[in-house]
């Protein structure tokens, strides 16, 4: 008993395409509130991973793609290999397609395994055939699944189905095609060869303009609310305090003055955009979008798929650079390349926000992303080059368009809360009691005053160096300027306001991102991408301040 009680349980993995209906799987046979993010049994591929019973547990690992030289995919492929049970996602309306190509890419061997043919909605006809025929073929227990409304029966049937999985049988390594027509996702204007690209541009934009729009708005409207009927009191509480007490808690950078603007502006954004990410996730939108634009991307030196970790990273730059493993091997530089530079995160966008509206021109918004995008793509292509002729995909997993559901778009938001909450928050409290220390000893000034050389170089006041100093740290160290009530950049015309701003944000990337990209690859990429990056803000820098002269 005791030998028992110290076994781990055993692991199921699901398997499948990208849009395969894996996620959807995972979170009706898990619930709705199960799920950790956890390295898969001790490797570096990033797994979901819930409890299915006291024995068993189930990772839903990322999506893969035909023949593909993603570390994605080798890894998701290494993992099968640890595994106890093997869990085959399919589309039943491309199985005939798929199911061969998965079993070619997955290697199951001789693991048990069970196959799931996911989007059964899609196809009511032959799909009792279908199921029959590849569970007589391949020696394994067949379910048919809508992944997205798994019913309690169907989670049974499917749990069930893992109790008596079985080892494929040997003979069907050449699976034979059944005669089955396919259902192919509908047709959208995202495909029509003259407005599919600009539609797409133009949706891309909506996503995210729409709610960094609404949270400056929302933020706007608290901002002298709270000021007026908290911050104002709990700064008066303050008054006879010492004057350690009164920088750390009340200061220009105390952690309840900064620290609730750090909150007031970046927690809207990042929650609205969160909302809008995910809608588009689950709508199958976003996969659309990317798919589009993919001739655009080349010609910067990345492929349309390489734009997923390009958007997520407007969430968070550290996710994103994860993200990239999805692409291919000789695109996956170039990609964090422009990660870096033009992906503004979610807590940049709403420090920028802050510091705009305190500046009194929030409309500088609109052409400080335009310009990040802009120049983020002549970095990237100027540096890594064409990264020479990408070859096309073996195989394009054209997604559905489906209307979300309100229990998945829920699960991802979630998900974006607590990384914030947890994570995000307690960072830039830190950065804000570093600098007050920093303020109250001296050494503030003393950085200000060797920055402030290179800063008169774009005409900026040596006051503005701690922003700049403090987004090397962390992105939404750009908070910092908004010390004094915004007094600092109220003095500044709207040009220097902008250079300010955009020099501050594109220097360099926040140390945590370039630490993950350097764990990711390797040392010598990170220094070289610091360096670069530094001399492309640099420059064109430069050129925006004679553009606004």
């Known amino acids: 008993m005791l030998t028992q009680a110290l076994e781990k349980p055993r692991t199921a993995v699901l398997i499948g395409f990208e849009s395969s209906g894996k996620s959807a799987l995972f979170r009706g046979l898990t619930g709705e509130e199960t799920g950790e993010e956890a390295n898969f049994r001790g490797s570096t591929i990033q797994s979901r991973t819930g409890h299915l019973t006291a024995e068993l547990d189930l990772a839903d690992l990322p999506g893969i793609r035909a023949k593909d030289d993603s570390r994605t995919t080798q890894e998701a492929v290494g993992a099968v290999t640890d595994a106890d049970i093997v869990v085959l996602v399919v589309r039943a309306t491309h199985a005939s397609v798929e199911l061969p190509l998965l079993l070619e890419a997955a290697r199951v061997g001789g693991k048990r395994a069970v196959l799931v043919l996911t989007f059964a909605d899609k196809m009511s006809a032959n799909l009792t055939e279908l199921a029959r ?122 952690i309840v003055t900064l620290g609730w603007y750090s909150f007031l502006w970046a927690f809207p954004v990042v929650l609205l955009l969160g909302v809008s990410v995910a809608l588009a996730e689950e709508s199958g939108i976003k996969d659309r979008i990317t798919d589009s634009l993919d001739v655009w991307m080349r010609r910067v030196g990345l492929s349309g798929r390489d734009l997923i970790p390009v958007l997520s990273g407007f ?130 000034d003393w950085m200000s005053q060797a920055a402030g050389p290179v800063l008169q170089w774009f005409h900026l006041p040596a006051e503005a160096a701690s922003g700049v100093i403090f987004s090397i740290l962390r992105k939404d160290g750009l908070l910092i300027l908004n010390q004094g009530e915004g007094g600092l950049l109220q003095s500044l015309h709207a040009g220097q306001v902008f250079a300010l701003v955009y020099l501050a944000s594109t220097l360099t990337a926040c140390l945590v991102t370039l630490w993950t990209v350097r764990k990711e690859l390797g040392w010598s990429f990170a220094a070289s991408l610091a360096g670069k990056q530094a001399l492309t803000s640099l420059v064109s820098t430069g050129v925006i301040v004679l553009v606004a002269a």
């Open 315 to 444: 969430g968070c730059n550290v996710v994103a650079v994860f993200q990239s493993r999805a692409c291919s091997a000789c695109t996956r530089k170039s990609c964090v390349s422009l990660i870096t530079f033009g992906s503004a995160c979610s807590y940049q966008i709403g420090a920028s926000l802050s510091v705009f509206g305190s500046a009194g021109h929030p409309l500088l918004f609109v052409p400080y992303i335009a310009a990040l995008g802009f120049v983020g793509a002549l970095h990237t292509r100027f540096w890594n080059g064409a990264s020479g002729q990408l070859a096309a995909p073996v195989y394009e997993t054209k997604t559905f368009l489906q209307k979300p559901e309100l229990r998945a778009v829920s699960w991802r938001v979630r998900t974006v809360i607590k990384q914030f909450l947890l994570q995000a928050m307690p960072i830039f409290i830190i950065i804000c009691l570093t600098a007050a220390v920093l303020q109250l000893t001296g050494i503030l």
């Open 133 to 254: 025929y590849y569970g007589g073929w391949l020696g394994i227990p067949v379910r048919t699944a809508d992944a997205r409304r798994l019913t309690e029966a169907g989670r049974t049937e499917l749990l069930l189905s893992l109790a008596i999985a079985k080892p494929i049988r040997p003979k069907a390594k050449e699976l034979l095609k059944p005669n089955f027509p396919s259902v192919q996702p509908q047709s959208t204007w995202f495909e029509h060869p003259v407005w599919g690209r600009p539609l797409s541009l133009l949706m891309t934009l909506l996503l995210f303009a729409v709610p960094v729009l609404l949270a400056y708005l929302l933020s706007t409207w608290l901002q002298p609310i709270v000021d007026s009927s908290v911050i104002d009191e709990v700064k008066s509480l303050f008054d006879d305090a010492p004057l350690i007490w009164q920088s750390l808690i009340v200061g220009d950078y105390g």
